[in-house]
């Protein structure tokens, strides 16, 4: 049982390159979220979905795009990646309804040059 | 909008000691609070979860507590062992809301 999977874990990117982080989970849950971790700033949320075919923004959405086609999966994309997006990228998911369970993927550790 | 704080923000222990780590949070109304760990370069592992119905939760040598009317939960760790050693956030699911984390505590374990 994976969880919840993210790839890639690295990635050095060159600014106003793009590229799309691929978050994966096995768990059939409903919501699935991507946060942000930044020393001193805690974890940000940055989109979610509350189920397939929704995204809604969280809490620092600009820069980034998201899509979830299909239920086990929540792609977020940089489209053109600035310095300000170097960060720790975390994939979570829960069932819906409040009562669920987070549960979260490794982390995907982002250089933008 | 709900707020979280954990308090220490660091705390340093030698092996064996009880220990408790504390979260408040400014709005009662919650679905539920969890525990997380999060290791250094590595993503966050849950540790323990509590529903708004629920005063606490037991996991081997941890015990969850959750006070609503007070906006606390209270993490204890009996007979610390340097491989707790990590950092230790809360996070409250709120009506309407999603979670919201704390900034957490970094737990440092002495052998």
């Not at chain 2, 629920?54 to 939960?73: I, W």
Request: charged share 15%; net charge neutral; proline share 4%.
């Amino acid at each position: 049982n994976a969880g919840v999977t993210q790839t890639p874990k690295f990635r050095v990117l060159k600014t106003g390159q793009s590229m799309t982080l691929l978050c994966a989970q096995d768990m059939n849950h409903e919501y699935m979220y991507w946060y942000r971790q930044d020393p001193g700033m805690g974890l940000r949320l940055i989109h979610y979905s509350v189920g397939e075919g929704t995204t809604a923004k969280g809490e620092v959405p600009d820069g980034y795009n998201v899509s979830r086609l299909k239920k086990q999966n929540f792609l977020l994309g940089l489209e053109s990646a600035a310095p300000s997006q170097t960060s720790v990228y975390f994939c979570a998911s829960s069932y819906g309804g409040g009562s669920g369970e987070l549960f979260f993927g490794e982390g995907s550790r982002l250089t933008v040059l | 909008k709900q707020e979280v704080t954990q308090i220490p923000a660091a705390l340093s222990v030698p092996e064996g000691e009880n220990l408790v780590l504390n979260c408040s949070f400014t709005d009662s109304a919650i679905y539920n609070l969890q525990w997380f760990r999060q290791d250094p370069g590595k993503g966050l592992t849950s540790l323990l979860l509590i529903q708004s119905s629920q005063r606490e939760q037991t996991s081997g040598r941890l015990n969850a507590s959750l006070d609503k009317s007070s906006g606390r939960s209270t993490l204890y760790i009996a007979a610390s062992q340097p491989g707790d050693s990590a950092t230790y956030l809360c996070a409250v699911r709120s009506y309407g809301q999603n979670f919201v984390f704390g900034p957490g505590t970094r737990l440092s374990v002495l052998p």
